[in-house]
């Protein structure tokens, strides 16, 4: 996702949309103000009882606007994108943060939260180094669609597997941070 995202979304929106810098300033910008209204639409509110579903929903659904580059042919449906890429992403980011936070124990969240960035971006790099190789085989547009499709997939795979919103069905985040340590 992160690679095919830094590396080819200026491309696209130079060389495809026939845009400039100032159309991916503000392609980019709509991103960012997606982001805040996300969260300030999360921070009035509490987490829904299904807080693990919901997180990989967003985060899937967010990864698939992705594909919302490589079928633009204006730069307002990159914009398009762009804003509901990052609301979802955030999303996602503020649930998973918020229920590290209220889960797990004080005297290990630096690590358990250390080793998450570490894993979470550890590919970064492997993806920004694919990314052009792939797009000149496969062409910008068609990986930006593949990322995206791809990308959600393996995202909500995720909720296939067992256990893996059992804490949902067994209390809330917020019942666990108002229990006694």
């Not at 955030?90 to 998973?96: D, E, H, P, R, V």
């Not at 080793?115 to 792939?134: E, F, H, N, Q, R």
Request: proline share 6%; glycine share 12%.
């Amino acid at each position: 996702f992160y690679g095919p995202w830094q590396t080819l979304v200026p491309y696209v929106v130079i060389n495809e949309l026939n845009g400039n810098e100032s159309d991916l300033a503000m392609i980019l910008s709509v991103g960012g103000v997606g982001a805040v209204i996300s969260s300030l639409i999360i921070g009035q509110r509490s987490l829904p009882k299904q807080y693990l579903t919901a997180m990989y929903l967003a985060f899937g659904v967010g990864t698939l606007m992705l594909t919302g580059f490589g079928l633009a042919t204006e730069t307002w449906h990159a914009a398009a994108a762009s804003f509901m890429m990052q609301a979802l992403l955030t999303a996602g980011i503020i649930t998973w943060a918020t229920t590290l936070h209220r889960m797990v124990p004080g005297e290990v969240l630096g690590r358990v939260s250390g080793l998450d960035w570490m894993v979470s971006t550890s590919l970064i790099p492997v993806s920004l180094a694919v990314a052009g190789p792939l797009s000149k085989a496969i062409g910008p547009d068609n990986l930006l669609v593949g990322a995206g499709l791809v990308g959600c997939a393996a995202v909500l795979s995720f909720l296939s597997l067992p256990g893996i919103r059992a804490p949902e069905r067994t209390s809330h985040p917020a019942e666990v941070a108002s229990e006694p340590l």
